[in-house]
Nanobody, 127 residues
């Protein structure tokens, strides 16, 4: 099982970036997927999550600015980030867990519930 993020970079405030996460080695379509981020000196926080059938959940800090989506045929997860702010600067990670519900009914942004992580991609937003 592997997750590989791409698409990070440096942008100015109000700019946009699109992150991608390519998945391999498991039944991607059935998995619950999430994006997390970690800023310097801070803990890891959940940004967005999406169920196997495409229902999203967002952190309050990114609602209306970020959009999570998935292409099950391409085994790829996306995060479209618009109206970026300096406080969005962080390393962004994608993560996977077998399901969002059932025996895996943990909070959507509980990092301990995700058993597979990518290596992360840096996003830097300057004012």
């Amino acid at each position: 099982v592997q997750l590989v993020e791409s698409g990070g970079g440096s942008v100015q405030s109000d700019g946009s970036l699109r992150l991608s996460c390519a998945a391999s080695g498991y039944t991607y379509a059935s998995y619950c997927m999430g994006w997390f981020r970690q800023a310097p000196g801070k803990g890891r926080e959940g940004v967005a999550s999406i169920t196997s059938y495409g229902m999203p959940t967002y952190a309050d800090s990114v609602k209306g600015r970020f959009t999570i989506s998935r292409d099950n045929a391409k085994h790829t997860l996306y995060l479209q980030m618009n109206a970026l702010k300096p406080e969005d600067t962080a390393i962004y990670y994608c993560a996977a867990r077998p399901a969002c519900g059932g025996v895996y009914s943990y909070p959507r942004f509980a990092s301990y519930a995700y058993n597979t992580w990518g290596q992360g991609t840096q996003v830097t937003v300057s004012s």
